[in-house]
């Protein structure tokens, strides 16, 4: 099978899988937010973005070794999961004495009440560590290639959670709590059906442990923990001033508003999960150039119709996903779309510093990015509010993805077909300015935009199908 066909075949698996599964979690808004209040759900998304956060300190990143390594041939499998696990377990341990930390994140509710998430401490500690398992399971599947199986698990953890989620908020009504624990036993579920189904406890050798591996996935791993961090501190920090300098109630509609350009972002992570299995072959240097930059072209056009058409359906998607209450959030919906769009691309590019095994290079550019995110956060979100949060991470996300764009070079010179992409990005302005001042007519000015940004795009999708014919025709 040639590389485009693998990539395609693995992309349409995992979206069938991991497309569906999240599509039913963001249906589901329209249930949390009628079963808890503003400032629960708004906990309750502050515990979800602090564990994303833990998350990667207690594994050391070592899912991403895991599938790294886990895809090389030369690599004993038994020797990279075994680590994997053990990682885990030791990140853990190390990581409990530090608990009372959990008390600088603190919060204000609407009706004044202080609190901090010390109070949930150990419903966040058993949610890093089912969540840091699950993962290792997940990523070691894909690299003995359960593909299919890796794509099911994920329906199947969305189901679950879906169904312990009504059972716990809507019988138990344990409210913050039972949001949370849904995640978790979902999560251990999972954890526990992978071990049974593919058998991977015949993977788990502690007693024959090769420490030469171990330290090599490490120091692969190692920068790319504060590479995580500050991913998540770009998504987190938004939510995390907006419950210090407003409340709970304004940080929650945010939320809610930020789950429209997470299905742009969603497009990166399944195609990303792909890619993965992809990017690492045989090619000499000229044809894996060739290779990232077709299907890096690709991609931006696919990302950025995406962005086009959730700009132009930010009204209808806060009327779909939430109640009333939550309308207000569609005027953040515009600037976070474009935002989505320069985010997946930042995914792709560093995708370059993955294949090299350059993870410090990826960390650097990541906190150049969190910096100005901060930074712009604090100065806009008192005067601007969930606006100024949102312009802060549009304009992290484009300078993210000029710097890998521009330093990546070094390892992978991507051919991007920057006049396109240019173009591109000035339509989606237009339409974002356009929708937000909501001019007459304004519905058929987007359907106008969002045909030309298809329009503009469009040789570059038919240029990739036909690629695709042609090599499945010559195979």
Known sequence: MNQYKRLLSNTFIFAVGTFSSKILVILMLRFYTGVLTQDEMGVADLIIKTTSILYPVVSLSIGQAVIRYGLERRRRKPDVFTIGLLTVACGFLISLPFNPLLKLVHYNTSAGVAGSLLDYRILIYVYVLTSCTQNVCGQFIRAIGYVRLYAIDGIFRTFMTIVLNILYLKVFRWNIYGYVASIICSDALSTVCLFMIARLWKYF??????????????????????????????????????????????????????????????????????????????NTKEEQIEFFSNVGNTYSAIVFI????????????????????????????????????????????????????????????????????????????????????????????????????????????????????????????????????????????QLLLFGAVGLLNSRELMAAFSKILHRHRKA
């Open 306 to 445: 995406i962005a086009s058409g959730g700009i132009m359906c930010a009204k209808l998607a806060m009327t779909v996903l939430a109640v009333k209450n939550y309308y207000i959030g569609w005027t953040f919906i515009p600037i976070l779309a474009i935002g989505a769009g320069f985010n997946c691309l930042s995914s792709f590019q560093k995708s370059v510093y993955l294949l090299e095994k350059k993870t410090v290079p990826s960390f650097l550019s990541t906190a150049f990015s969190a910096v100005i995110n901060i930074v712009l956060n604090a100065l806009l979100i008192p005067r601007y509010g969930g606006t100024g949060a949102a312009a802060a991470t549009l304009t992290s996300y484009v300078a993210l993805f000029i710097y890998r764009a521009l330093d990546s070079r070094r390892f992978m010179p991507i051919r991007w077909k920057s006049l396109r992409l240019g173009l591109t990005v000035l339509l989606l302005a237009v339409q974002a300015a356009l929708m937000l001042i909501e001019p007459p007519f304004w519905l058929i000015w």
């Open 205 to 282: 050798r502690p007693r024959r442990i090769n420490f030469y591996l171990w330290r090599s996935m490490l120091l692969y791993a190692l920068p790319l923990v504060p590479d995580a961090i500050l991913v998540y501190i770009i998504g987190f920090s938004d939510q995390a001033f907006l419950a210090s300098m407003q409340n709970t109630s304004v940080s929650a509609i945010y939320s809610i508003a930020y789950r429209v350009p997470t299905l742009i972002a969603l497009v990166a992570s399944i195609f990303i999960d792909a890619w993965q299995l992809s990017m690492v072959n045989s």
